[in-house]
Structure formats: structure tokens, C-alpha cells
């Protein structure tokens, strides 16, 4: 089974970047290029909800409406990692960001199709 462990998180003012690395399981031989990479948020008292998704390869991406043209999925197969880059942030993405693997064959919002999760690491855009 594929571990994962998000990093990057932090306290920025609005307007400010982050980088949030996934990094799959060094102690175990699975490799991440054998899954699609999926990005999700949870904010207080809200359901999880779709951020991005990314192919096996990097060909395909998908992105919630409120991140579109800000945030940005990128994977680095040969080390095994997956990225989410955030510009131009909002205090409406204050949120804990999970990554999540999906074995299936194209990309999906819907978070049950995931089987593996992060644990998260929390975003919080100050105004």
C-alpha cells in the first residue's frame, strides 16, 4: 500500500505562493508513476473538496473552478513526488490539503474513487 506525506504548508498573507510537495512511501517499492495524483481540501466545519488532479504521466491535469489559473499540479515521477503550486493565494483557500492516489484509468473529482491519503498539511492565508 502506497504511503503519502504532504509538506509545504504554512501561514502566508493573501497574494503569496506555496509549494505543496507529496511525497509517496520511501519504505516501500511502489512507485507513484502507477497512480494519478489528486488534490483535496478540507476547511473547518466543510467537506472535502476537490483541488487537482494530474495523470500518471503529467499529460492531463484537471482543476476546481476557484483555482483555475492559480494553482498548478506537477509530478516528478523519477523522484517519486507530486507538487501543488499555489500563487496568488486567498483566505478562502485556508483549508488542510491532502494528496491522494487513484488507481483508475483517467482522472476524477470525486474523493472515494481515491484509495490512499495523506495525512495533510495545513494552509492558512492570512487577509
Known amino acids: 500500500q502506497v504511503q503519502l506525506a504532504e509538506s509545504g504548508g504554512g501561514l502566508v498573507q493573501a497574494g503569496d505562493s506555496l509549494n505543496l510537495t507529496c511525497a509517496a512511501s520511501?519504505?516501500?517499492?511502489?512507485?507513484?508513476?502507477?497512480?494519478?495524483v489528486g488534490w483535496f481540501r478540507q476547511a473547518p466545519g466543510r467537506e472535502r473538496e476537490f483541488v487537482a488532479a494530474?495523470?500518471?504521466?503529467?499529460?492531463?491535469?484537471d482543476y476546481a473552478d476557484p483555482v483555475k489559473g492559480r494553482f498548478t499540479a506537477t509530478r516528478d515521477n523519477a523522484k517519486n513526488l507530486a507538487y501543488l503550486q499555489m500563487n496568488s493565494l486567498r483566505p478562502e483557500d485556508t483549508a488542510v490539503y491532502h494528496c491522494?492516489?487513484?488507481?483508475?484509468?483517467?482522472?476524477?473529482?470525486?474523493?472515494?474513487?481515491?484509495?490512499?491519503w495523506g495525512q495533510g498539511t495545513q494552509v492558512t492565508v492570512s487577509s
Open positions: 491522494a492516489v487513484d488507481d483508475g484509468p483517467w482522472l476524477t473529482k470525486d474523493p472515494r474513487e481515491y484509495d490512499t
Open positions: 520511501s519504505r516501500a517499492f511502489i512507485q507513484l508513476i502507477d497512480y494519478n
Open positions: 494530474i495523470s500518471r504521466w503529467g499529460g492531463s491535469t
